[in-house]
T-cell receptor, first 114, second 114 residues
Framework: KAGVTQTPRYLIKTRGQQVTLSCSPI?????VSWYQQTPGQGLQFLFEYFSETQRNKGNFPGRFSGRQFSNSRSEMNVSTLELGDSALYLC?????????????FGPGTRLTVL | QQQVKQSPQSLIVQKGGISIINCAYENTAFDYFPWYQQFPGKGPALLIAIRPDVSEKKEGRFTISFNKSAKQFSLHIMDSQPGDSATYFC?????????????FGKGTKLSVIP
């Protein structure tokens, strides 16, 4: 069974640009969550989608947005990039939202903002 | 507000020794406590998890100890091996929140030396 895939794996952008990251969950998984990982702040929750609906959002500015498609694939978008947005962006999927379902992480997209 | 505090930041253990990582949480609504292992270039992978109705859970060389009254839990790695060298994250989840939002500790970089 294929794991969570994220594209692209690496991305370099400049300040002010926007970026779109993609996540394909494990087949059959309907919940997709996004996390930002930085050395200083660690892993921080961005948002979670279930059946194309945003169920929860972390404490990030409105420049960070996402969506989920009917096939459960998800994208996140960051507009007007800032240097501080440089991070590893991780996507995770689980069969259901909530409860004790294991959450499987992808390898992440390493975003560098110059 | 850091809801899950993890210590130490880094840990060096000799092969065959015991690695101990500690976490403390503040939100008493948390009711699921997983530990994740992350190797460089990879996303976090679930290692072991515990619910607060038990005080200890063991899987192979990995054991979680849980102290509900102290709001603390810890990971013990017995007979530590060089292959265990990775970054370990504790996390907490409120399962009844209707979504899957993990709150992570800031991580412990474990180095097991031969």
């Amino acid at each position: 069974k294929a794991g969570v895939t994220q594209t692209p794996r690496y991305l370099i952008k400049t300040r002010g640009q926007q970026v779109t990251l993609s996540c394909s969950p494990i087949s059959g998984h309907r919940s997709v969550s996004w996390y930002q990982q930085t050395p200083g702040q660690g892993l921080q929750f961005l948002f979670e989608y279930f059946s194309e609906t945003q169920r929860n959002k972390g404490n990030f500015p409105g420049r960070f947005s996402g969506r989920q498609f009917s096939n459960s694939r998800s994208e996140m978008n960051v507009s007007t990039l800032e240097l501080g947005d440089s991070a590893l962006y991780l996507c995770a999927s689980s069969i259901l939202a909530g409860g004790y379902n294991e959450q499987f992480f992808g390898p992440g997209t390493r975003l560098t903002v110059l | 507000q850091q809801q899950v505090k993890q210590s130490p930041q880094s840990l060096i253990v000799q092969k065959g020794g015991i690695s101990i990582i500690n976490c403390a949480y503040e939100n008493t609504a948390f009711d699921y406590f997983p530990w994740y292992q992350q190797f460089p270039g990879k996303g976090p992978a679930l290692l072991i998890a515990i619910r607060p109705d038990v005080s200890e859970k063991k899987e192979g060389r990995f054991t979680i100890s849980f102290n509900k009254s102290a709001k603390q839990f810890s990971l013990h790695i017995m007979d530590s091996q060089p292959g265990d060298s990775a970054t370990y994250f504790c996390a907490a989840l409120r399962s009844g929140a209707g979504s899957y939002q993990l709150t992570f500790g800031k991580g412990t970089k474990l180095s097991v030396i031969p």
